[in-house]
């Protein structure tokens, strides 16, 4: 097989501190509807849209797992 290639995104989850405008805040969840994200951040009621986010990007490798049937 070839070398593996990563692909770099922000990965929102539950307790990853995020940047939202001047402060430093925790992602509580996140919550995918009609093809819309939207995170809720700790202490607040209404959603964020993610591209509202700062978040260092998280380095994923995509490899072909063969079957072992």
Do not use: C, W
């Not at 539950?14 to 809720?40: C, D, K, L, P, W």
């Not at 700790?42 to 700062?54: K, Q, R, S, W, Y």
């Amino acid at each position: 097989m070839s070398d593996a290639v990563y692909y770099y995104m922000p990965l929102f989850k539950q307790g990853v501190s995020v940047q939202f405008g001047q402060s430093r805040e925790t992602v509580s969840h996140v919550v995918i509807r009609r093809n819309a994200m939207r995170v809720y951040l700790v202490g607040h009621e209404t959603p964020v849209h993610p591209d509202m986010l700062t978040l260092e990007p998280t380095a994923f490798s995509l490899t072909r797992v063969l079957d072992s049937f």
